[in-house]
């Protein structure tokens, strides 16, 4: 821990809404991305964030651990003219939940906001402090 | 006891030590705020500093104490209450400005005893 720790705790907290907010856009840029039935379904990125504690159980911010696939149920549908279809004629949906998608990214953004205003507000505690004895 | 460093500094000091704590506590809320299972932390210290001040014991004061908000958690089982985080760290902002007011008017006050004018 530095001296201005808080700036950093809330940089990571940010690094992690960007984290989140790239995941959301590939979920939703492949939200058409349709595959044989006899393949695996494109499946929604999901960041999977924890608190960082320092050796005395203090938080010092949050990090993303890993990225899952959703286990959702795919959606196999009947489309014979599809060219990807398989020998049944069926493909795959994504597994994509767009209104999931929609409510995270709000959320994901508000996220990030926040950490961006934590930052500033004590960027301005920390000039402060630097007037100490002027 | 040495004037320069009498209890007000040790107050102020210490003030500024525990409002710089609660800073990175707030930040670690905020920043943890969308992760599943996490609960939210407050720091406390105006106690301490009181009772501290009315026993004349600045120096041997304990650090300021963190615990859970102990609100009720979402969906996610988190509890993090952004407007509340925002509103904390607001009063941190301004009490730490406070505080380095405090201490430069006591420096003032010192310097004019020492005999300087600025």
């Keep these: 821990m530095g001296a201005f720790d808080a700036i950093d705790i809330a940089r990571s907290g940010a690094d992690v809404s960007q984290l989140w907010l790239q995941a959301i856009a590939h979920n939703i840029a492949n939200i058409n991305t349709v595959r044989s039935a006899d393949e695996e379904p494109f499946r929604a990125k999901l960041v999977h964030a924890e608190e960082v504690l320092d050796g005395d159980g203090v938080g010092e911010g949050a990090r993303a651990v890993e990225i899952l696939d959703s286990d959702a149920d795919p959606m196999v549908v009947f489309d014979p003219d599809n060219p990807l279809a398989n020998e049944d004629g069926y493909v795959v949906r994504p597994v994509v939940d767009l209104s999931k998608e929609m409510t995270d990214m709000i959320a994901a953004q508000r996220s990030y906001q926040m950490n961006l205003q934590v930052i500033k507000t004590n960027e301005e505690t920390y000039q402060a402090a630097l007037r100490i004895g002027q | ?118």
């Design chain 2, 1 to 118: 006891m040495v004037p320069i460093s009498d209890q007000t500094m040790a107050a102020i000091e210490y003030a500024m030590d525990a409002l710089n704590t609660r800073a990175e506590v707030t930040a670690n809320n905020v920043a943890n705020s969308e992760v599943p299972g996490f609960k939210a932390s407050r720091v406390s210290f105006e106690d301490q500093l009181r009772r501290a001040l009315a026993g004349d014991r600045v120096e041997r004061i304990q650090d300021p104490d963190i615990a859970g908000t102990g609100a009720p958690g979402d969906a996610i089982g988190n509890n993090v209450s952004l407007e509340n985080e925002v509103v904390e760290m607001m009063q941190t902002n301004l009490l730490q400005q406070a505080m380095v007011e405090a201490f430069n008017f006591k420096a003032g006050m010192l310097r004019s005893a020492i005999g300087r004018t600025s």
